[in-house]
Nanobody, 121 residues
Framework: QVQLVESGGGLVQAGGSLRLSCTASGRTFSMGWFRQAPRKERELVSTIRWVGGSTYYADSVKGRFTISGDNAKNTVYLQMNSLKPEDTAVYYC?????????????????WGQGTQVTVSS
């Protein structure tokens, strides 16, 4: 069983930046960040595959967010710049074994507890 521990959420003004971190207790091959705003479904923000380093971003965050990671440390980061009020949500780290990018919540086996990101206008 892999456990994921997230950190880095908080309150920031619009236009500001935050960096989220997520460390897995075991080996993973693909990790992603999802978010869930009140009364909305959980949605994929970004995902990375360790082998080859492929990444994916939702259109709503392209050009503003960057996913990166340290495979040796089983840690993934999400650098969030130019934050907007609509980015406000609980952000969840997710992970799984498997050698490609995965886009749906049902594709992931392990989940973090979530970290709140609030962007004020």
């Amino acid at each position: 069983q892999v456990q994921l521990v997230e950190s880095g959420g908080g309150l920031v003004q619009a236009g500001g930046s935050l960096r989220l971190s997520c460390t897995a207790s075991g080996r993973t091959f693909s990790m992603g960040w999802f978010r869930q705003a009140p009364r909305k479904e959980r949605e994929l923000v970004s995902t990375i595959r360790w082998v080859g380093g492929s990444t994916y971003y939702a259109d709503s965050v392209k050009g503003r967010f960057t996913i990166s990671g340290d495979n040796a440390k089983n840690t993934v980061y999400l650098q969030m710049n130019s934050l907007k009020p609509e980015d406000t949500a609980v952000y969840y780290c997710a992970a799984r074994l498997g050698g490609r990018l995965y886009y749906n919540t049902r594709d992931y086996d392990y989940w973090g507890q979530g970290t709140q990101v609030t962007v004020s206008s």
